[in-house]
Structure formats: structure tokens, C-alpha cells
């Protein structure tokens, strides 16, 4: 019992660290307005819901948004469907999200969900910074790689993007409400 506990909350960590990586794969077909759709619930879905709404996947094509994962209550699920029906852009979800099995769980769970939070918190700020690029870059902003640790966000500009935009990229990282710092790649 205390062994799925422990699985459980190191799969909320494992999911809120690989939130970025999962937005920057758009399925085939995607544009970069249904892209930041995602971004935009994936957003409100960490900010209302915390460790749990790490564990809803969202995908968006057009204004209609799919939501998939296990979350702990019931009334959790529920609520991940208001929600994304609140996100500007959206037309319509489709709630696909189970319920997992409560149990009770020991100190080590309880430090594995404060490492899930603060990975939470991460996710969070590396969306909110992924929205301001693609609202001020527009698709460049989706060319560019971001990872936030702490306050801190990488950025990884791609080479063939202009300097100036590359300038431009970092300042608006900055500006964003929780970064403390931004560090800035270039990559061929």
C-alpha cells in the first residue's frame, strides 16, 4: 500500500517536471494558436488545482480541449473540466480523467508531494513564460526552449533566430511575474 503511494506521488513529480517537454510536441496538424490554448488551460489547471492538475494531460485542437490522467478525488476531476471550459478560446472538453484510489500515506509521501509542489510551481512559471514569448514573439516564441528551476529560467534561442528577437526573448522571460533570473543558450 505505501509502495503505490510512494509510485503515486513520484509520478505527480515525474509529470510536473516533463509538463514543458509535453507542450513543445504539438501533434500533427497543430497550430501555434491551438498550442498556446494548451498552454493556456495546462496553466489554469496548475495554478486551481496544484499537484493534481500535474497529473491532467491536456490536448487542444481548435477551441476544443481534451483532458486525460488520474487524479485523487472525484470532485477534482470535476473541477478540471470547469476549468478548462472557463480558458478564453474554448469551445468544448472532453473530461477523459480517472480517479485513483485514496490511501493514507507516511512522512516519505509527504516529502515526495513538497518536491511535487515546488516541481508544480516550476511547471507553472515555465508556462506563464511560454505564454509571454508566444504573445510577444508569436510562433518564434514556440521555437524557443524553456526550463524553470527555483526562479530561474533557461532559455534555449535558437541560432538562426534574430539577435534582436533573441534580446527581446530574454527580457520578456524576465519581466514575468516569479523569474528571478534568466539564462540565455544559444543552440545551433
Do not use: H, W, Y
Not at 73 to 96: C, F, P
Not at 106 to 126: M, P, S, Y
Not at 170 to 182: E, K, N
Amino acid at each position: 500500500m505505501i509502495g503505490r503511494r510512494l509510485r503515486t506521488a513520484a509520478l505527480a513529480a515525474a509529470l510536473a517536471v516533463t509538463i514543458a517537454g509535453a507542450c513543445d510536441r504539438p501533434p500533427a496538424g497543430d497550430t501555434g494558436s491551438t498550442r498556446a490554448l494548451a498552454l493556456r488551460v495546462r496553466l489554469e489547471l496548475l495554478q486551481k488545482l496544484g499537484v493534481d492538475g500535474a497529473r491532467v494531460e491536456v490536448e487542444a485542437v481548435g477551441g476544443r480541449v481534451r483532458l486525460a490522467g488520474e487524479v485523487r478525488q472525484r470532485a477534482t476531476a470535476e473541477l478540471a473540466e470547469q476549468v478548462a471550459s472557463g480558458v478564453e478560446g474554448v469551445v468544448a472538453v472532453r473530461n477523459e480523467i480517472e480517479v485513483a484510489a485514496a490511501d493514507d500515506e507516511g512522512g516519505r509521501i509527504a516529502t515526495l508531494v513538497a518536491e511535487a509542489e515546488r516541481e508544480l510551481a516550476d511547471a507553472a512559471l515555465e508556462t506563464r513564460v511560454r505564454l509571454a514569448l508566444v504573445d510577444r514573439l508569436g510562433s518564434d516564441g514556440f521555437r524557443i526552449g524553456t526550463e524553470a528551476a527555483g526562479g530561474v529560467v533557461t532559455l534555449e534561442l535558437p541560432a538562426e533566430l534574430e539577435r534582436g528577437r533573441r534580446r527581446d526573448a530574454v527580457r520578456t522571460a524576465g519581466r514575468v511575474d516569479g523569474v528571478r533570473r534568466v539564462v540565455a543558450l544559444v543552440r545551433d
